[in-house]
């Protein structure tokens, strides 16, 4: 492609680093918690902590997705220039998948630090390659936006399949919970 295309492409990658932002912090702490309740086998409250931290990091996530999906082009213009404004939409198809990522919490931890990483290992190995094939068959006829929806389509299957596998290899859901009673009950423990 272009390089305005790839300039385009690469401005909207940089901001959706806002979107992932929470995740990242929650996984610089949560570490260390899921070992040791992992090994002592506390997994409820396990449970309980991941869900909370995968809520109180999916919130704001969902807020800054709102904002790109209201204000995206004037954002890319303000911060990158106006010809940086058509780049909306990969902004927003990017954010969504990395969403995704956030609202699924510490699945990759929870695998990595339980004894699970081999796991998370073949996800990553089976995903990427479809990665691969499906950016190279749309990026010719659909540029930047193929190549983002592509990138939203895989992250979002990568991650619901570390959920899921993160449930049955340890029984634990780390995925957002939307129930206030829950997150409430959960946060109450601390």
Same mark, same amino acid.
């Given at each position: 492609?272009?390089?305005?295309? %790839?300039? $385009?492409?690469?401005?909207? /990658? *940089?901001?959706?680093?806002?979107? /992932?932002?929470?995740?990242? &912090?929650?996984?610089? !702490?949560? #570490?260390?918690? =899921?070992?040791?309740?992992?090994?002592?086998?506390?997994?409820?409250?396990?449970?309980?902590?991941?869900?909370?931290?995968?809520?109180?990091?999916?919130?704001?996530?969902?807020? %800054?997705?709102? %904002?790109?999906?209201?204000?995206?082009?004037?954002?890319?213009?303000?911060?990158?220039?106006?010809?940086?404004?058509? +780049?909306?939409? %990969?902004?927003?198809?990017?954010?969504?998948?990395?969403?995704? /990522?956030? @609202?699924?919490?510490?699945?990759?931890?929870?695998?990595?630090?339980?004894?699970?990483?081999?796991?998370?290992? *073949?996800?990553?190995?089976?995903?990427?390659?479809?990665?691969? $094939?499906?950016?190279?068959? $749309?990026? *010719?006829?659909?540029? #930047?936006?193929?190549? +983002?929806?592509?990138? +939203?389509? =895989?992250? !979002? &299957?990568?991650?619901?399949?570390?959920?899921?596998?993160?449930?049955?290899?340890?029984?634990? @859901?780390?995925?957002?919970?939307?129930?206030?009673? *829950?997150?409430?009950?959960? &946060?109450?423990?601390?």
């Amino acid at each position: 492609r272009s390089d305005a295309d %790839v300039a $385009v492409y690469g401005a909207a /990658a *940089r901001l959706v680093a806002l979107i /992932a932002m929470p995740l990242l &912090l929650t996984n610089l !702490v949560l #570490p260390p918690i =899921i070992a040791e309740m992992y090994a002592q086998d506390r997994t409820a409250e396990l449970e309980g902590t991941l869900r909370s931290f995968s809520t109180l990091s999916g919130v704001p996530s969902l807020l %800054v997705l709102i %904002v790109f999906m209201l204000l995206g082009g004037p954002i890319l213009g303000v911060v990158y220039g106006p010809g940086y404004q058509s +780049a909306a939409m %990969v902004l927003v198809l990017l954010s969504a998948g990395k969403l995704a /990522a956030v @609202w699924a919490g510490s699945c990759g931890a929870v695998l990595q630090f339980t004894g699970h990483q081999g796991s998370m290992l *073949r996800v990553n190995l089976l995903t990427s390659p479809l990665f691969i $094939v499906g950016a190279l068959l $749309v990026v *010719r006829d659909y540029g #930047p936006v193929g190549i +983002a929806s592509m990138t +939203a389509a =895989i992250t !979002v &299957l990568q991650n619901v399949t570390l959920v899921l596998v993160a449930k049955r290899k340890t029984g634990m @859901w780390t995925c957002v919970s939307l129930s206030p009673s *829950r997150l409430r009950k959960s &946060l109450s423990k601390r």
